[in-house]
């Protein structure tokens, strides 16, 4: 079973529009991660949220950390190309095996 | 700055043929370093993980070995490949007792 679940697995939206992306969990989590990965690349870090109902801002995207710490949401505003990619969520379960877990991914597709 | 390096970044293989794939980290000592494969380009699994020169755990029973000759390389082997073994390859470090990971280019491995 997949310890993280993202959703929606692909989303396509106009450039300009608003979207959210999901990744869930049953399990609770010391701290919840995003990454972007381009076609061909390696995964690049976006931010780590530690603390329960945490939001942090880059510039565009908007992360939150639920309150109980066993989900996040990824919210980017006005979409451009460039955001294009695959968004992945990680974490350490709390009580687990002190290994960090991936999700599948959310696949963004911005449209010019 | 630290920088990962990772090659060859394709590479196309006969079943049965032997591998290595070479990761070299610069800029940081000691780190912990992964070695993870991604079919399809969704979803990371863990293959190995190091914490130190010679100190290897390995996640997942397979075809694929691990070794950490020097503090700063991690090398991925196989004596013979099997068509399953085709994938996306992805080497990480981490600075001790982080679980945030920076990743190298990858190796888009095809056996044929």
């Known amino acids: 079973t997949q310890l993280l679940e993202q959703s929606p697995q692909f989303l396509s939206i106009q450039e300009g529009e608003n979207l959210t992306v999901y990744c869930n969990s049953s399990?609770?989590?010391?701290?919840l991660q995003w990454y972007r990965q381009e076609p061909g690349e390696g995964p690049v870090l976006l931010v780590t949220?530690?603390?329960?109902?945490e939001v942090k801002k880059l510039k565009r995207l908007t992360f939150q950390f639920g309150d109980a710490r066993k989900d996040s949401s990824l919210h980017i505003t006005a979409a451009q190309p460039g955001d294009t990619g695959l968004y992945l969520c990680?974490?350490?379960?709390?009580?687990?095996?002190?290994?960090?877990?991936f999700g599948k991914g959310n696949q963004v597709v911005v449209i010019p | 700055s630290q920088t990962i390096h990772q090659w060859p970044a394709t590479l196309v293989q006969p079943v049965g043929s032997p591998l290595s794939l070479e990761c070299t980290v610069e800029?940081?000592?000691?780190?912990?370093l992964y070695w993870y494969r991604q079919a399809a380009g969704r979803g990371l699994q863990l293959l190995f993980y190091?914490?130190?020169?010679?100190?290897i755990s390995s996640e997942v029973p397979q075809n694929l070995s691990a070794s950490r000759p020097q503090d700063r390389q991690f090398i991925l082997s196989s004596k013979k490949l099997l068509l399953s073994d085709s994938g996306f390859y992805l080497c990480?470090?981490?600075?001790?007792?982080?679980?945030?990971?920076?990743f190298g280019p990858g190796t888009r491995l095809t056996v044929t």
């Open positions: 190091s914490v130190g020169i010679g100190q």
């Open positions: 800029g940081t000592s000691n780190p912990n």
């Open positions: 949220v530690v603390t329960g109902g």
């Open positions: 399990s609770v989590f010391s701290s």
């Open positions: 990480a470090w981490s600075v001790l007792k982080s679980y945030e990971q920076y």
């Open positions: 990680a974490g350490v379960p709390l009580h687990g095996n002190n290994r960090l877990a």
